[in-house]
């Protein structure tokens, strides 16, 4: 099965794919129109959250709402009524740069990048957003902050700087968010574009969506081989997340930003969001943030 498009959305800058289980919904963001997307497949419905600036990632809140990495920080996002409710800033200082992918960990906590909107220096960041609302900051001198996943066992992180066009690796600590022994575990051959967003399957392979790379491909972190790829019908392919009944339809985000006329006519369906059926493999549910207050 080949990728459909669903929802007839389309995104200047799809991105940050999530599956709600309880609300059998894929939602995703554009992140320069600053809309939460909400799809659900069972019967076709639609609905758009706007929150009124720039939003990088949203991931699910224990407490029904989002929890999301917006322009101006990090809020929370009532999913009912669309309210945005500020937390904190740690960028405060830094006017040109942005929010860009985030998820949350095993533990609850929320983990967001930044990076410049002129996308021209090493400006950006990896924070994290503890269960008591504080922030620290994890790496630095990032350029575009991209991809982010947990090893089944809980004991690696995964992230994704997409000019490296590399998939790092650190030891992750559970209990306190700590990360070393910083490495490189998948290195993306020139010819297949940039890695952008990232997932991770139950046999704890790595989904990469290649943004200038027309695919999704999946990689055994242990070796760094690329084991297979789905072509796209558009080129800058964002990210991807599992979903549906049994976590076995793979959905995959798309953009059309900076594309010239030229290039939107070959790929009409750019900032589509697309899904694959039954796959062949399957995900796992997404962690939910757990704030303590």
Known sequence: MGPEVVSGINCE??????????????????????NIHEWSPGNDTSNTISVGQMIGAMAFSDNGNYIAAMKDGFGYVNRETGKVDMITNPESHLPENRFNDGKCD????????????????????????????????????????????????????????????????YDYNKENGELS????????????????????????????????????????????KKLSAIAMPVS??????????????????????????TELEKQPLAGSL????????KGLPAYKFKAIN
């Not at 620290?136 to 991209?146: A, R």
């Not at 697309?274 to 493999?281: D, E, L, S, Y």
């Open 106 to 169: 095993p533990a609850g906590r929320f983990w967001a990048g930044t990076m410049p909107i002129a996308e021209d220096k090493s400006s950006g960041s990896l924070y994290v957003l503890d269960t008591s609302l504080n922030v620290g900051k994890k790496e630095s001198n990032i350029s575009v902050s991209n991809g982010l996943a947990w090893s089944l066992d809980h004991k690696t992180m995964y992230f994704i700087d997409s000019p490296t066009r590399k998939v790092v690796g």
């Open 274 to 281: 697309f899904v694959v059926k039954n796959c062949g493999h």
């Open 236 to 261: 800058q392919v964002t990210s991807c997340a599992f979903g549906g009944e049994a976590m076995q339809d793979l959905y995959i985000t798309s953009a059309k930003k900076g594309l010239s006329k």
């Open 181 to 224: 022994n910083k490495r490189t575990v998948v290195t993306i051959a020139k010819e297949d574009g940039f890695p952008d967003g990232m997932t991770i399957d139950n046999e704890g392979m790595l989904w990469v969506a290649h943004w200038g790379g027309w695919q999704v491909a999946r990689y055994d972190p242990g070796t760094g």
């Open 13 to 34: 800058l799809g991105e940050g794919p999530l599956w709600d289980n309880s609300r059998k919904q894929i939602c995703w963001v554009d992140i320069l129109s600053g």
